[in-house]
């Protein structure tokens, strides 16, 4: 199970963080996945924004948040953060992560102009 954390009501120009926890992965196995990011905003096609690879700093982003967003991990928390930075209109949608054949529920960013 994936969970997340950390979506809300933020202004334009401001910042958040995104948490997603596997809560059911043991700590030897969560290092072996890759987690990714999508969001969906209204009336539009899920996207993919970023993706962190398995025991790797490697990480890929979707063009439209290179330079905004940062995706990272703590495998010893079982954790991966979205860090997401100079917020527009734009970016307001629910934001999901998937890995291990899983999705968290999706918390909203509602950016406000």
């Known amino acids: 199970q994936l969970v997340e954390s950390g979506g809300g009501l933020v202004q334009s120009g401001g910042s958040l963080r995104l948490t997603c926890k596997a809560s059911?992965?043991?700590?030897?196995?969560?290092?072996?996945?890759?987690i990714s990011w999508y969001r969906q905003p209204p009336g539009k096609e899920r996207e993919l924004v970023a993706t962190?690879?398995?025991?790797?700093?490697?990480?890929k982003y979707a063009d439209s948040v290179k330079g905004r967003f940062t995706i990272s991990r703590d495998d010893a928390k079982n954790s991966v953060y979205l860090q997401m930075a100079r917020l527009k209109s734009d970016h307001t949608a629910v934001y999901f992560c998937t890995g291990a054949g899983l999705w968290g529920q999706g918390p909203q960013v509602t950016v406000s102009s």
């Open positions: 059911r992965l043991t700590f030897s196995t969560f290092p072996n996945y890759a």
């Open positions: 962190i690879f398995s025991r790797s700093p490697t990480t």
